[in-house]
């Protein structure tokens, strides 16, 4: 049962590039408000659900090369839960990335003795 170097690679790229998170994280309740919790909460969580939009407009101005933009765009809608970044990024874009990060990272001789 071979280990499959190059589909592990890309796994860890995944991990690395595209599972930190991109955004603060939600709200929760604040114990100190002094308005219904239900609707403090509501209300915050609306607010970050503004600013993360805000957020990557800003971003995609900020970049300039097609590839950035994509590559924040695939970290975005895969934190979100809309696709995985490979369909925005293309494969062969990820497993590049994966090569580039990981080329130090060699695949290791295993093997079994029966004792």
């Known amino acids: ?14 991990l690395f590039f595209f599972c930190q998170p991109l955004f603060e994280s ?4 604040d114990k100190a ?9 509501r209300i915050r969580r609306q607010l ?10 800003r971003l995609l101005r ?8 994509l590559f924040l765009l695939a970290w975005w809608l895969n934190q979100e839960k809309v696709c995985k970044p490979e369909d925005i990024v293309g494969i062969g874009v990820l497993r590049r990335m994966a090569k580039k990060k990981f080329r130090g990272f060699r695949q290791p001789t ?3 003795r029966i004792l």
């Open 33 to 41: 408000s002094v308005i219904d919790k239900a609707i403090d909460l």
């Open 110 to 112: 295993f093997s079994m």
């Open 62 to 69: 900020r970049y300039t090369k097609p590839e950035d933009k």
């Open 26 to 29: 939600p709200p929760v309740v």
């Open 1 to 14: 049962m071979g280990l499959d170097h190059a589909k592990l690679k890309v796994m860890l790229a995944r």
């Open 48 to 57: 970050w659900q503004a600013s993360k939009y805000r957020q990557i407009l």
